[in-house]
């Protein structure tokens, strides 16, 4: 037996160990754990539940992916077994008989405190917690559980979908197109909303919405381009693209088109799809995503009233794992498509594929869209032979890539570094293989250890999203309602109120990671703005991690706070080697300066300098880009005896 075979074998048994016992595994806290999903029963009443036993966790991603898969399986046996079931449905029985005995002398339903316990990437005894705590404030039996009673009154997310008195009024029928990567999800869709008389196509990325847009031009569409710091209006437009946070709600149109839907699971972003499907006021919806949405789509739409037809697609041209890992850069070719997952590591292997005689496009996330289309249009053409991007080409850039090839397989995620999940590996692969351009598709891992984890990845079959859990984030309006409830005017404490309470209160809907916004807030909460003036800076899109764009946010919302225009600084671009990363925060603190122009007109008039700055500071970076191209490959190249080792140290 082969040691390909055996790998195969051990992966194999963990994943039927698994299904055995109704786990998954999943990262959580920076540690690989099991999530375990069933019911237990108490008296007449079946409680289902999906949590992480405490005794679940594997340990640190660091030191779980060292493991050997037959060294993963008798960890995992060793940590969830019969013994742990039974101990965790003990514990899950004593909590939920506690809950039940407080409704019951209550008179209130428990229902809501007993699905406390499906929340798959959480403690079981913090669930267990959270499910006493949301019984107690039931109860209310003193003024401060009366006091929050009044504040979950004000948000009740139970009627959150009839807040979109549009589209709630119509009768909306969605249509969910779920697939792979290169299955034709978008065809179809876009064909329709070409031809209807009126429609929206909502990207998950500017670049997305960019590309959608000109493809709608390009059908003799009347479409306007609308993103968070970008308007392209044309006087009759029918048709809008915009990134799916900019949607009208209150417009009527007979045909949109929802990009990405598998986003809904996502703690970040996902509040804006669940308003999307929630709020569009459209006749026709279409759902473009992977189909492990399908569950939470049937769930929403259930939810929301409409109805629902599914298609589902297969991937037009095969994907194969190469037989071996790549080894060395001299053995790329052509159509190549290398995978890093940090703008340093991007830069690093670009210029050593340059090294080998390669022209080379760069991408990661830090490019403006617009830099990202050049320098993908680069590669289309054949102006330059290999790709080297981030997980920035998984999402948004349509590239005749023949091969893909990781790396690694492991990516910081904020927290820690650890193996990224199957559901990326699995976008990014099957950016391979166009159809139209390539027969089939390859992917590869750099070296043999990436190689092995890429392929066990891609054989992984992906978890379901969630039925319930969607993510929602306050509008101003649900903020307001909460600040005169209470009489609490600082928005931190404000989005405080919004987060706890959303938790007790409607478990179909949870909230939505609002830390970055919440640290914007503390901020601002001193300066002497109105709520609404607040609330808007706290969502400008800066990274407070970046301090140039911190200072300016900072700057910009003291000049609201003084009642006085706040001016557009040309910011002039330095030499040596940090001018591309200078480059870079400057076309973010341009689209951040546009962004607030749309906004806040009076206090930032200079949207259209903005607009101008990007543009040309773009030019700049995809110039500079091609720039040490050229300077990279007419270096003259060390001498080389013996092996050498590519790749980052």
Known sequence: MTDIETTEDSSNALNDYLHAYRATLVTTDGSYAVSVHGEIVVGDRSIPYHLVPDAGFLGKTAKWRKLTTTAKLALLQERWNAGALQTLEAALIECADTVIDIATE????????????????????????VALARIEAQQGTNAATRQAEKTRNAVNLSLYPESFTKAQAMPRHFIAVLGPTNSGKTHAAMEHLAQAKSGAYLAPLRLLALENYQRLLDAGV????ITGEQRKLHPGATHVASTVEMFNPNKPIDVAVIDEIQLLDDPDRGAAWTAAVCGVPANTVYLLGALEAQQAIESLVHRIGGTLEVRKLERKSPLKMDPQPLGSLKNLKPGDVLIAFSRREVLNWRDQAIAEGFAVSAIYGNLSPEVRQAQAERFVSGDTKIIVGTDAIGMGLNTPARRVIFTTSNKWDGYSEGTITAALAK????????????EAGFVAGFDARTHKVIAELLREKIEPLPATGFFVAPNLDYLQQISRATGQTKLFALLELFTKHINVHDEFFVPANLSDQMEKARWLDTLKLSLEDRYTFSLCPVSTKIPMLENALLDWARDRADGKPSPLLRIEGIGGRNALQYLEDSCKLYAAY??????????FPHEELAQSLMKTTSEKIDLMLQQQNK???????????????????
């Open 222 to 225: 009347a479409v306007s381009l």
């Open 106 to 129: 209550c008179e209130i339903d428990p229902t809501g405190a007993l699905n406390a316990l499906q929340a798959k990437y959480e403690r079981a005894s913090d669930r267990c917690k």
């Open 594 to 603: 546009a962004w607030l122009g749309y906004r806040m007109a009076d206090t």
């Open 631 to 649: 300077r990279q490959a007419q270096a003259p190249q060390p001498k080389r005896g013996g092996r050498r080792r590519f790749g980052p140290r």
């Open 427 to 438: 976008q990014i692969a099957g950016r391979a293989g166009r159809f139209g351009a390539h």
